[in-house]
């Protein structure tokens, strides 16, 4: 499994965190950010790949 981790003292960060739920994985318990947030830091990094996943989040949505 491979993850992302924040690590920030920046206030947008840790209210992502604060709005985040838990979720089990196969390594134990992990925070998981809402989907709107995620694609908040998909656009802030707006790699290709990131470009291409904010467009199949945003389809899940309508």
């Known amino acids: 499994m491979i993850i992302d981790l924040l690590v920030s003292g920046d206030q947008q960060i ?3 965190v604060d ?3 838990e979720a089990q994985s196969e ?3 992990i925070r998981v950010v809402q989907k ?4 908040l830091l998909k656009r802030a990094r ?4 990131d470009i291409v996943d ?3 989040l ?3 949505s309508n």
């Not at 709107?36 to 694609?39: A, Q, S, V, Y």
């Not at 707006?46 to 790949?49: A, D, H, N, P």
């Open 27 to 29: 390594a134990g318990s």
């Open 14 to 16: 840790i209210g992502m």
């Open 58 to 60: 945003q389809d899940e």
């Open 54 to 56: 904010i467009e199949k």
């Open 19 to 21: 709005r985040a739920y």
């Open 36 to 39: 709107e947030d995620l694609i």
């Open 46 to 49: 707006s790699s290709k790949q």
